[in-house]
């Protein structure tokens, strides 16, 4: 849903229309994982594979909730963690947004030179280095 609302004194950027999250975003109420999780990992996705692209604006929690048939709090646990995490950001009363810089890249980058550097220390090539993260996986 594209909104003309002012943000800030001026119509909204194309990166601050409201997004579909409604058209595709979909939570089972059988399945093992609590609704709020389900909605957490697709945004998750929707921002990795660009989908939700950074600065985007989503819609507020009681519209979400009511295009989802879920419970507010539901939503309202769902933005909570996903802004706890960095992935969302919410400025007031303008809404809540896909956060600027997707903070497990800087994470997993933290974390891969800290694998590099101890595989280096102990003489381990990239190959082995690699074979270990794939057992990791399983």
Known sequence: MTTGLPVRGGPLRDTEHV???????????????????????????????GRLAAGARLPTVRELAARLGLAVNTVARAYRELEAAGILETRGRFGTFVARRDPADVSMAA????????????????????RYVKEAFG
């Open 19 to 49: 997004s579909e999250l409604g058209d595709w975003v979909r939570v089972d109420p059988r399945a093992a994982r609590p609704p709020f999780d389900q909605l957490r990992t697709q945004i998750i996705g929707g921002v990795r594979n």
């Open 111 to 130: 974390a891969a030179r800290a694998y590099v550097d101890t595989a280096r220390g102990l003489g381990i090539d990239r190959a082995e280095a690699l």
